[in-house]
């Protein structure tokens, strides 16, 4: 067991080999800030907000790419850590056009929230940037790389996460921006729209294009709910204000998706507030139809059933499932053809 513990901030903890430091340390309790580590994907050391103090080291180490080792001595509180920190915020604060005031992810944002903590304020490091305009030429996300602050999230989430492999980088040095195959738009890409990319920024960079100027963060609320598109039981957040879905995010650490989500289930909310949606059943009486409650409009349906049955027999009656309700519910349903009507004509929409 000495042989795998190591010391964080005078307090000894154990790990299991393999583990980083900076996921010893959140296991425990203890913050540090990142803004490019993602879970389940490679570590960069990208940004190098996680740096920490490791007695015996030369410089200062970037936590999220350095293997917990036994007896390491690890400080994450020291002036000269926060000092560095505070440099690489503003860095990355002065890199592009991070405009607060009219940014979607403002109050969503970790480059903000860290300007924030170290009291940074832009301006001693602005000078020559690159300047792209914003892409939005597809339905479903906005890209503006003057936001992007080459943190590389967005990377891994496509081609470690979803593995897509629909983005990567591009060119070099102050030019270097996130790019598709031959740094083609989104929608001229190999990019299938899973959105994955957008819930991976931790910035404004990448946004959901129905939801710009819907709400500010904290004005909405946040309802975990199950994906309505298939059988798989994916679970999401339903992100609303005044009872209007805004937008769409994946669960974390929930299974059966663990924080991913297809095209569907993350942008295809359109229908709940569609206004032609069905709310109140209707039954057709002299050509034309009327309004009804739920059980009048049952009764009928029961009613019909046992006509059918037993004029033409049970077999004259089919019955097609949906796969945007759930396994229990598709298997009620068979239940109910089979046992209730006595008939095996039962199929599913998404068989084939």
Not at 117 to 137: H, K, N, S
Not at 163 to 173: D, E, L, Q
Not at 176 to 186: E, L, N, P, S
Request: net charge positive; aromatic share 6%.
């Amino acid at each position: 067991m000495a042989q795998s513990k190591l010391t964080i901030d005078g307090r000894e903890l154990e790990f299991t080999p393999g583990e980083t430091i900076l996921q010893v340390a959140w296991r425990n309790g203890v913050r540090i800030p990142t803004l490019c580590y993602l879970k389940d994907a490679t570590p960069t050391g990208a940004c190098r907000i996680c740096l920490v103090e490791v007695k015996g080291a030369r410089t200062l180490v970037a936590s999220c790419a350095l293997p917990a080792a036994a007896g390491m001595e690890v400080s994450t509180d020291t002036g000269k850590v926060h000092t560095a920190r505070r440099l690489n915020v503003e860095l990355l604060l002065s890199s592009g056009d991070h405009n607060c005031l009219l940014c979607e992810a403002n109050g969503a944002c970790g480059l903000q929230a860290l300007a924030y903590e170290y009291g940074v304020q832009a301006g001693r490091f602005l000078g020559m940037t690159q300047t792209y305009p914003i892409e939005q030429d597809n339905p479903l996300i906005v890209r503006d790389f003057s936001k992007c602050i080459l943190c590389g999230r967005c990377v891994q989430a496509c081609n470690e996460v979803q593995v897509n492999r629909a983005i990567g980088f591009g060119y070099r040095g102050a030019r270097a921006k996130i790019v598709t195959a031959g740094d083609r738009a989104y929608h001229l890409s190999d990019c299938v729209f899973c959105g994955q990319c957008v819930q991976a920024c931790p910035v404004g960079a990448l946004t959901e294009k129905k939801a710009r100027g819907q709400a500010r963060t904290w004005e909405t609320s946040k309802t975990k709910t199950t994906c309505p598109y298939c059988g798989v039981g994916c679970q999401m957040y339903l992100h609303t204000k005044r009872g209007k879905i805004v937008k769409i995010t994946a669960a974390d650490n929930q299974g059966p998706n663990f924080g991913r989500l297809c095209v569907k289930g993350r942008f295809g909310y359109d229908f709940v507030h569609s206004p032609d949606r069905l709310t109140t059943p209707l039954i057709k009486e002299n050509g034309s139809f009327r309004e009804a409650t739920w059980g009048e409009a049952l009764d009928l349906v029961a009613a019909k059933f046992k006509e059918i049955m037993a004029s033409e027999g049970p077999d004259a009656i089919g019955g097609l499932s949906s796969a945007r309700v759930t396994n229990e519910e598709n298997y009620l349903f068979q239940k109910l053809i089979r046992s209730a009507v006595g008939t095996h004509n039962v199929d599913h929409c998404a068989r084939l």
